[in-house]
């Protein structure tokens, strides 16, 4: 029986020097800029089976985003006391 090769962590590849990094070796470095940068959405596993692909999920929130602009433009009624007429 071959035994396994024990993979070691903290070792470079060959082609790479300590040197050559001189702020030193930093996990996560770049993590907060990807964060802010991406345009990644998680979405909850119940709404992401109410979907079959991402264009699905495009579609649905192209048109929400039509009637939300459609009924932006609707007049709403006052929502102050109704004016007291003058009696005569």
Not at 33 to 60: T, W, Y
Not at 67 to 79: C, D, E, F, N, V
């Amino acid at each position: 029986m071959k035994k396994d090769r024990e993979a070691v962590k903290d070792e470079l590849r060959a082609e790479y020097k300590r040197s050559d990094f001189p702020e030193g070796l930093i996990r996560g470095k770049y993590s907060k800029h990807m964060r802010e940068s991406s345009n990644i959405v998680v979405l909850k596993p119940e709404v992401a089976q109410a979907f079959p692909n991402g264009d699905a999920v495009n579609n649905a929130l192209l048109s929400l985003i039509k009637i939300a602009q459609k009924s932006a433009g609707l007049t709403r009624r006052p929502t102050g006391s109704p004016k007291k007429r003058a009696t005569g």
